[in-house]
């Protein structure tokens, strides 16, 4: 019955009103929020293991031991609440990474009916490459991050103590992932760009040393390590990805043009054209017709009355 009256509500060219819009938005919202609540409670029940999986690249120091100098740190609370706010804040964070393809899905289902097929195509290869990138990005930060926390622990000068908040452990862990994530993704987005026309290829590749410089110097500010392991951690794989992209856009271009010549050229900018003369090929008679059908006798001659020398079309 539910879904014979919202086949009702439609008009006679299949498109739904607002307030069904607005009704299935509601639906998949709700869908993708509860996909993030159940998620988020079973990370609260498992919230002192993931802050032990996150924490692990803090070298931490042993009970008898206490912290002094740039060896190890302690790891604490520093204020009341801190138990409290950093759980429910690792556990909302895990809740929206581990249910992204739930809410993600939603939106995509959302969305998808009112895009063209091509989008739908482009939509599709994007969100296929995005994903195992990020996740490499991610994967990467993470091996890095025990090298950056050494390195910066092992600035503390002797006498002092290194006395870690573990929030903040947490910011600089998840920073870090989402950084190195989002970093591996421009080469898709260069490509994404190049499939919808905006850049070419032979653009792209005349960028390449504005491009590596900005990558490296991107990867020694973001990085917080003194050292370039860190730094060419992350600007490496970025330049190996960027040339895969100009290479991938240079075989689209040329594709392209071989569909179609004129692909590449400006909204303003004229077309080659052929000037080459071609031979005429030989007159045909045509008979002309009469201007007017009331200038026809209808006789089998084909006459026309005339009047005073004048034709009678009255």
Not at 129 to 154: C, D, E, Q, T, W
Not at 182 to 205: D, I, K, S, Y
Not at 218 to 231: K, L, N, S
């Amino acid at each position: 019955m539910l879904k014979s009256a919202r086949k009702q509500e439609k008009d006679p060219e299949g498109r739904m009103p607002l307030v069904e819009h607005l009704r299935e938005l509601r639906n998949r919202m709700a869908k993708g929020l509860l996909a993030i609540a159940a998620v988020t409670i079973v990370a609260l029940v498992y919230s002192e293991e993931l802050m032990q999986f996150l924490t692990k690249s803090v070298p931490t120091c042993a009970p008898d031991v206490t912290s002094n100098g740039g060896n190890c740190a302690i790891v604490s609370f520093n204020t009341l609440m801190a138990p409290f706010s950093t759980t429910i804040q690792l556990s909302l964070t895990t809740g929206l990474v581990v249910a992204s393809p739930i809410w993600l899905y939603q939106l995509w289902a959302f969305v998808a009916p009112g895009l063209h097929k091509n989008e739908k195509k482009y939509t599709y290869a994007f969100v296929g490459a995005a994903v195992p990138l990020f996740a490499a990005g991610a994967y990467l930060a993470y091996l890095i991050l025990p090298i950056s926390v050494k390195v910066l622990i092992s600035l503390t000068p002797e006498g002092s103590a290194n006395i870690l908040s573990l929030g903040d452990v947490l910011d600089f862990t998840l920073r870090m992932v989402l950084v190195f994530g989002l970093a591996f993704e421009l080469p898709l987005v260069l490509v994404m760009l190049n499939l919808t026309g905006v850049l070419t290829g032979r653009r792209m590749a005349g960028w390449w040393r504005g491009v590596i410089m900005g990558v490296f110097v991107f990867g020694a500010v973001i990085t917080p390590t003194t050292d370039p392991v860190g730094m060419i951690a992350l600007a490496g794989p970025i330049t190996i990805l960027y040339f895969g992209a100009v290479g991938f856009s240079l075989l689209n271009d040329r594709r392209r043009r071989r569909n179609d010549p004129d692909a590449e050229l400006d909204d303003d900018e004229a077309s080659a054209l052929d000037l080459t003369p071609e031979t005429v090929g030989a007159v045909e008679s045509v008979s002309a017709p009469r201007a007017l059908p009331e200038q026809a006798t209808g006789e089998p001659g084909g006459g026309v009355r005339r009047l005073n020398g004048y034709d009678d079309i009255t």
